[in-house]
């Protein structure tokens, strides 16, 4: 069964470092997401993108976060430069159409 | 924009007994209703979904309600196994143009006794 794929699984950086999350969306899905979850808290909508643009994004995504879908394959989730609130676990999703979302296992974030 | 309350934070069934879990929403425009399960550590997983031209949904041990007019829905689990233990959380979307933002609640923690 075709699956969003993450990498890393887990990753450790220091306050004010640069970050990009990898994810490898299902291959024929043209709708591409990031979710984040804080340990012990619900799933919170990021951003949304389509057509190679962003199609919406949360007040939480602000300019320290971007997007890139460098290639036909991968979609990379950048934070410029972390903060220690940053430290969540980081959810890729995709769809193809209307209906069901599929989720990536994720990529836990720790900023020391 | 949309919020969803969700109820109860946590609940503690025996097994074989059923468990209700309750959302509300307050965007009347949201039309997908879809429920995930999270085990520890794991990945939301889609366990049912319905859509506002529906009113009831049916899948095994697992049913799904939703009242458009009071702007609820609810999940509900028969015949609990130990398995069923795990975060469920509900959301809510607008799908429009094939694109959904999922807003979701703040997730029911589920144990099921044996």
């Known amino acids: 069964e075709p699956e969003v794929t993450q990498t890393p699984s887990h990753q450790v950086t220091q306050m004010g470092q640069e970050v990009i999350l990898r994810c490898v969306p299902i291959s024929n899905h043209l709708y591409f997401y990031w979710y984040r979850q804080i340990l012990g808290q619900k799933v919170e909508f990021l951003v949304s993108?389509?057509?190679?643009?962003?199609?919406?994004k949360s007040e939480i995504f602000d300019d320290q976060f971007s997007v890139e879908r460098p290639d036909g394959s991968n979609f990379t989730l950048k934070i410029r430069s972390t903060k220690l609130e940053d430290s969540a676990m980081y959810f890729c999703a995709s769809l193809f159409r209307a209906g069901e979302l599929f989720f990536g296992e994720g990529s836990r974030l720790t900023v020391l | 924009g949309e919020n969803v309350e969700q109820h109860p934070s946590t609940l503690s069934v025996q097994e074989g007994d059923s468990a209700v879990i309750k959302c509300t929403y307050s965007d009347s425009a949201s039309n997908y209703f879809p429920w995930y399960k999270q085990e520890l550590g794991k990945r939301p997983q889609l366990i049912i979904d319905i859509r506002s031209n529906v009113g009831e949904k049916k899948d095994q041990r697992i049913a799904v309600t939703l009242n458009k007019t009071a702007k609820h829905f609810s999940l509900h689990i028969t015949e609990t196994q130990p398995e069923d233990s795990a975060v469920y959380f509900c959301?809510?979307?607008?799908?429009?143009?094939?694109?959904?933002?999922?807003?979701f609640g703040k997730g029911t923690k589920l144990t099921v006794n044996p």
């Open positions: 993108f389509y057509n190679n643009e962003i199609s919406e």
């Open positions: 959301a809510a979307s607008l799908l429009q143009g094939g694109s959904e933002k999922l807003v």
